[in-house]
């Protein structure tokens, strides 16, 4: 029996921008200094910004909750347990 490759085809999406050509002089010496691809650099450096800006709203959004729901506590009729 022969072992046959399972080709996966990834999607791939197309950002396109510009910037002033010193940002990009910038950019490409710290992919240079990274050991990187300009295009690997600035996806990478994207995905963990995007990934940090997600994050950062996900803990804000939790702790609006959680001080709503103190605040909530306090404002009950109950009593101490």
């Given at each position: 029996?022969?072992?046959?490759?399972?080709?996966?085809?990834?999607?791939?999406?197309?950002?396109?921008?510009?910037?002033?050509n010193?940002?990009?002089?910038?950019?490409?010496r710290?992919?240079?200094?990274?050991?990187?691809?300009?295009?690997d650099?600035?996806?990478?450096?994207?995905?963990?910004?995007?990934?940090?800006?997600?994050?950062?709203q996900?803990?804000r959004?939790l702790?609006?909750?959680?001080?709503?729901?103190?605040?909530?506590?306090?404002?009950?009729?109950?009593?101490?347990?």
């Amino acid at each position: 029996m022969q072992s046959q490759e399972i080709q996966v085809q990834e999607s791939l999406a197309q950002i396109n921008f510009q910037l002033p050509n010193e940002v990009k002089e910038v950019v490409e010496r710290a992919a240079i200094v990274s050991g990187q691809s300009l295009q690997d650099f600035a996806v990478q450096t994207l995905v963990e910004r995007a990934n940090e800006v997600l994050e950062h709203q996900r803990v804000r959004t939790l702790s609006e909750r959680d001080r709503d729901l103190f605040l909530a506590l306090l404002d009950s009729d109950t009593g101490p347990n």
